[in-house]
């Protein structure tokens, strides 16, 4: 800090981080992996992604792969095998046997998850990522 308590030039500082409304990527990546019943590398989910709002006109914000993985790891069923009430109802997990990284969904969780129905379970009880804020 300098004298008058502005920072040094050169030195930023840092933005508070936006809360993510995760509602419309979950929606999004739903429908992207719902017609791949064994699911598809997270390149090709990220590149439909990209495509698809492209297509639509919509914004992709600067860190929006960060948003789509953040989103996918939070509803993803652990991979060590341990059943908790959120590894029931995760709608998205990787199949243990790909090569590579393969993101799939159990379309069933997915529908009661977008219902409604699975957010309890989860321990989740909104739709706004708040480990951003």
């Not at 429908?31 to 019943?37: C, I």
């Not at 992604?49 to 792969?65: A, C, L, T, V, Y």
């Not at 996918?72 to 059943?83: E, N, P, Q, S, V």
Request: proline share 8%; charged share 35%.
């Amino acid at each position: 800090m300098n004298q008058d308590n502005r920072p040094a030039p050169g030195i930023r500082r840092r933005a508070a981080p936006r809360p993510v409304d995760i509602q419309p990527i979950l929606t999004e990546l739903i429908a992207v992996l719902k017609p791949h019943a064994r699911g598809l590398r997270r390149w090709s989910v990220m590149k439909a992604m990209r495509d698809n709002r492209k297509r639509k006109s919509r914004d992709i914000p600067h860190k929006f792969e960060d948003d789509i993985e953040r989103v996918f790891r939070r509803f993803c069923a652990d991979t060590a095998g341990t059943l908790t009430a959120a590894n029931e109802n995760a709608p998205f997990y990787r199949p243990p046997e790909t090569a590579g990284e393969v993101w799939a969904m159990h379309p069933e969780r997915a529908e009661a998850l977008l219902a409604g129905e699975g957010m309890d379970a989860l321990g989740r009880s909104d739709h706004t990522d708040r480990s951003r804020q």
